[in-house]
């Protein structure tokens, strides 16, 4: 009788340790298959920040000084034509989507306060008209 128990008992635990052991090769294949999507993730947010600084170094050169001359000028259509004509991100990664608006906000704003400040720098770079005595 004590043969059967001391059977069983055993049986039982070598059962527990292999579900314990398989237990750990999921749990180790979870860990991997999320540092794997964590480092894909990072690797395209590293890459969006790069282009949309390329593309927001290009537009601080080549835009700044026609919204501003259109602000000059009295058109503010330029300037709601550009604020429209950003299109927003998509993604199906939340974490993904929310960086990189994130960082096209920050850069649409840099542009924006770039193009006011040249403004005020043009207008009071206006040349001072002289009486001749």
């Not at 000084?65 to 300037?79: E, F, M, N, Q, R």
């Amino acid at each position: 009788m004590m043969l059967k128990v001391t059977l069983k008992f055993a049986a039982a635990v070598l059962i527990f340790l292999l579900n314990a052991c398989n237990h750990n090769t999921v749990v180790d294949e979870k860990e991997k298959n999320e540092h794997i999507a964590d480092s894909l993730t990072e690797a395209i947010i590293d890459s969006a920040y790069i282009a949309i600084n390329q593309e927001c170094d290009t537009l601080m050169k080549y835009r700044v000084p026609v919204l501003a001359d259109s602000i000059l000028k009295g058109d503010s259509l330029t300037i709601k034509k550009f604020s429209d004509s950003i299109c927003s991100y998509k993604n199906n990664n939340s974490k993904i989507e929310k960086v990189i608006r994130q960082l096209k906000a920050d850069c649409d704003a840099n542009l924006l306060k770039e193009t006011y400040k040249r403004v005020q720098q043009l207008q009071k770079a206006k040349p001072v008209r002289r009486l001749k005595r």
